[in-house]
Every structure is written in C-alpha cells, then in structure tokens.
C-alpha cells in the first residue's frame, strides 16, 4: 500500500491542462496511426512505390514536421502564447485526413502527408513548451511521460482499430482512412475548448520570432542533450520500416498493423514510470537502459525469420521509446531558460528530425540494396556509439535532473 500512494500522488497532482493536452494527443495519434499503420504496404503494393521511396517520403515528412517546428516554438516564445499555435497544428492534420482515402496517387499521398507534417511542425515545439510551462519543475519528467503514455495509448489504438475494420470490411483500406478522419477532428476540438495558456511571460513581449543572437544564450547543457539525441535519431529511423518488416517476415496484411500495436503497448505501459523514475533517480542509468533496449531489438529484428521474433523486437523498440523520448522532452525543459523553451523544443526538433530523415534514408538505401539484416544492423551500431558517448562524452550534469 505505502508503495502504490506516492504513484498515486504524483498522477494526481499533475495539472488538468496537462492531462487535456494528453488526450488530444491520443485523439490525434488514433486518427493518425490507422492511417501510417497500413499506409508503408499500400504505398508499396497499392501504388508501386519502392523502399526508397518509402524512406524518402517518411524522411521528408518528418523533416518538414521539425523544420516548421524551429519556427512556431520561436513565435510562441514571442506571444508568450502556446495554445493557438497547437490548435493551427492540430486543425491542418485533422484537415488533411480525408486526402487519404480520396487519394489516387502518390503525389496525393505526398502532398497530404506534407502539410499534415507541417501541422505537426506547427503544433509540436508549443505543446512541449506548453506541458513545460504547466508542470511543476519537481514534477517534469512525470507530466512529460504522462502526456507521451497518453499519446502513445493513441498510437496501439489506431492500429488496433485498423485491424478490426480491415477484419470486419474484408480488406477495405480506404474505410479505414475514412473512420480516421473522425477522431482527427475530436482532438481538435479538445484542444480549442479543453486547454488554456498559463499566464504569458513578461519579457515574452515585443520580441522578434527568431533572433539568432538569443539562440546563442542557450546553455551548453542543452547542446549536449541535443547532440546525443542526434546520434541517437540515426539509430531510430522511421517506425514504417517495423511495419515492413513484418511483411518481409510473411506476416498477413490483416496482421501487419498488429507490430505497431506491440510496440506501442510496450511504449505506453513504460514512458509514465519512467518519467516518474527521471524526476527521482540518475537520467544517465535511463537513458543507457533505453539504448541496450535499442540494441536489442534491432539485433532480434535484423537477424530473426519467424514472427516470434518479430514480436519480441516489436516490444523492445516499444520499451526503448518509453525509456528516451519523453526524457529526452524533460532534459530539453530543464535545460532551456523559460522565455526560450519554444526556440529550444523548436531547434532540438529540426535537428533531430533533419537526422530522422537521413537516418530513414539510409535505412530505405540499405533495405534496397542489402536487405532488412543490414537496416536494422546498422541501427544497432549508432546505438552503441550513442551508449559510448552517454558514459565518456556528456558531463552528468547535463541529465542529472537534480545537479541542473
């Protein structure tokens, strides 16, 4: 009993906002994951694309998302105001998930996936500021791991729901999109009603949106996080590649969505305890534990042939999300002063994510030329040069929550 009252505590003394902002995420990731949990195989088999391809539209996807992101995390600084620039984000996807079923090429595919990115460039590095400026310092890494544990119980809902209807439609895809379209719009409507600013900073006033000079004043410690988190994205390439794979694997295409409800079944059961264990313990000890977790999985999902094997690499990658991503939201919090955390969520994204597209593809080249063994391998190798870099590069203040 006295060890299940502080977790109780510590979830109810997270701010409502916080909770609200979570469950637009979920909404959102719903709509979003039945859409991505079949969209790699009907790219390739539907229309034609190549792996490289694959990894390419993921890869520019994902860039634009973290390039917009620098941006709108800056303007919020500046308005002092992070509330309308997440509703703008949330309303563009919720409004480009009817492109999908409508869609009858793939320049459609792409153009929809461009501007639904560009809603998540928009609306991510103001909702991250917006989760810092509510959550009590002393409560940080638990209200990020809430908020990604919520998104991420989105993220197996949405495949999961894919697989009922494609069951239940006899391999319907385009009506899986169209039932999409409907919790998009749910989690934009939550966040314009359901979430409100704190009070804005002083100082926020009258600044320009971007100013070069105060990107500058931004602590080496936040440089530090940024660049292990760069390393670290070559070895995270795009999740479609674990939906690939379990086509290469022989797997139905009824089931092919089922990986991405493994892997974030595991997500979701980790990211919220082990933000509760940020706010307590060593960051380095968690962050290498998402990394050997990393390791893992891309050895059982490069090396294995049965789909045994393709769970148990599906619920390591789960495990290694839950263990980085949101402590990795919470050292970006901690390390940037509070008038910059926009610019900062917004320059750590671009970063990464221009890294994600490269790291994709990589992961697309090495998948047409090689095969899968070599994709995965090679993620597995940038783990373990990040894990190196953990332990003899970065100083342990810069994730020592209680030495910053």
């Known amino acids: 009993m006295d060890q299940k009252t502080p977790h109780r505590s510590t979830h109810r003394?997270?701010?409502?906002?916080?909770?609200?902002?979570?469950?637009v995420s979920l909404l959102m990731d719903v709509s979003s994951e039945m859409i991505h949990a079949l969209l790699p195989i009907w790219l390739v088999t539907g229309l034609g694309a190549s792996t490289l391809a694959v990894g390419l539209i993921e890869g520019i996807a994902e860039a634009t998302a973290s390039i917009t992101k620098v941006f709108s995390g800056a303007i919020s600084d500046r308005l002092g105001k992070r509330k309308l620039l997440a509703a703008i984000g949330y309303g563009m996807a919720a409004f480009t998930k009817p492109v999908f079923p409508l869609a009858g090429s793939l320049g459609w595919i792409v153009a929809a996936r461009f501007v639904d990115r560009i809603g998540k460039g928009i609306r991510g590095a103001p909702r991250d500021a917006l989760v810092a400026d509510l959550s009590p310092p002393e409560l940080r890494g638990a209200s990020f791991g809430l908020r990604q544990t919520l998104d991420t119980i989105g993220a197996f809902l949405g495949p999961f729901l894919a697989i009922t209807l494609m069951a239940a439609s006899g391999g319907d895809i385009r009506l899986v999109f169209w039932v999409a379209v409907i919790p998009g719009f749910l989690s934009f409507a939550l966040i314009v009603f359901?979430?409100?600013?704190?009070?804005?900073?002083?100082?926020?006033?009258?600044?320009?949106?971007?100013r070069f000079a105060e990107m500058a004043t931004l602590p080496s410690t936040f440089w530090w996080v940024t660049g292990l988190a760069t390393v670290f994205t070559l070895a995270r390439f795009s999740d479609a590649f674990l939906i690939l794979r379990a086509q290469s694997i022989g797997l139905s295409l009824l089931l092919v969505p089922l990986i991405m409800v493994v892997m974030n079944v595991a997500y979701a059961l980790s990211a919220y305890p082990v933000g509760v264990l940020a706010d307590r313990f060593d960051r380095r000890i968690i962050l290498a534990t998402g990394l050997v977790l990393?390791?893992?999985?891309?050895?059982?999902?490069?090396?294995?042939?049965?789909?045994?094997?393709?769970?148990?690499?599906?619920v390591l990658w789960g495990l290694h999300m839950g263990f980085t991503q949101g402590l990795f939201a919470t050292l970006i919090a901690d390390t940037a002063p509070p008038a910059l955390r926009g610019t900062a969520f917004g320059l750590f994204n671009l970063v990464t994510g221009v890294t994600l597209f490269v790291a994709s593809l990589i992961a697309g080249?090495?998948?047409?030329?090689?095969?899968?063994?070599?994709?995965?391998?090679?993620?597995?190798?940038?783990?373990?040069?990040?894990?190196?870099?953990?332990?003899?590069?970065?100083p342990r203040a810069t994730i020592d929550g209680s030495r910053l």
Not at 194 to 210: H, N, S, T
Not at 377 to 393: C, D, E, P, R, Y
């Open 294 to 314: 990393l390791v893992g999985a891309d050895l059982v999902l490069g090396l294995t042939g049965s789909a045994v094997g393709l769970w148990i690499g599906a």
């Open 365 to 394: 080249a090495l998948w047409q030329a090689i095969g899968p063994t070599a994709t995965f391998l090679a993620g597995a190798g940038f783990a373990v040069v990040t894990l190196g870099g953990l332990w003899s590069v970065v």
């Open 194 to 210: 359901a979430v409100r600013d704190p009070e804005p900073l002083k100082d926020a006033e009258g600044r320009p949106p971007l």
């Open 13 to 23: 003394r997270i701010p409502a906002g916080i909770w609200a902002l979570g469950f």
